[in-house]
Nanobody
Framework: QVQLVESGGGLVQAGGSLRLSCAAS????????MGWFRQAPGKEREFVAG????????YYADSVKGRFTISRDNAKNTVYLQMNSLKYEDTAVYYC???????????????????WGQGTQVTVSS
C-alpha cells in the first residue's frame, strides 16, 4: 500500500520555524516531482512548494518565497519543508503529494498529483 505520511506540524508563534517531513512507503518516488500544498479553513487547497525528482530544481508560491525551503532525500524516500519566519496566515493543514508522472517538471496544479498524505496541522499564533 502506497502511503505518504506527513509529520512535524504543530503550534508556533509568529516569527518561529517548523520543519515538516513527508515519508513515503510502499513504493519509491525518487523519479517523481514532489509538492507541498496547504489548505486553510474555508479556503481552497493551494500550492506551496515543489521540487524536481532529482532535487535540482525548486519552485515556490510567491507567498512563501524566501521563507520556506523544500528539499528531498531520495535515499530516505522523504521530502522536507523548512518553514521560517512563519506568519499567522501560514496557518493551515499542510499536505505533501507526489506527481503522477516520472521525470516530469515541477507542477503547481493539484490535479496532476496522484498520491497524497493525510496532512499535518500548522498553527501560527499572532
Amino acid at each position: 500500500q502506497v502511503q505518504l505520511v506527513e509529520s512535524g506540524g504543530g503550534l508556533v508563534q509568529a516569527g518561529g520555524s517548523l520543519r515538516l517531513s513527508c515519508a513515503a512507503s510502499g513504493r519509491t518516488f525518487s523519479s517523481n516531482a514532489m509538492g507541498w500544498f496547504r489548505q486553510a479553513p474555508g479556503k481552497e487547497r493551494e500550492f506551496v512548494a515543489g521540487i524536481s525528482w532529482s532535487g535540482g530544481s525548486t519552485y515556490y508560491a510567491d507567498s512563501v518565497k524566501g521563507r520556506f525551503t523544500i528539499s528531498r532525500d531520495n535515499a530516505k524516500n522523504t521530502v522536507y519543508l523548512q518553514m521560517n519566519s512563519l506568519k499567522y496566515e501560514d496557518t493551515a493543514v499542510y499536505y505533501c503529494a507526489a506527481h503522477r508522472l516520472s521525470y516530469s517538471g515541477i507542477r503547481d496544479s493539484i490535479s496532476e498529483y496522484d498520491y497524497w498524505g493525510q496532512g499535518t496541522q500548522v498553527t501560527v499564533s499572532s
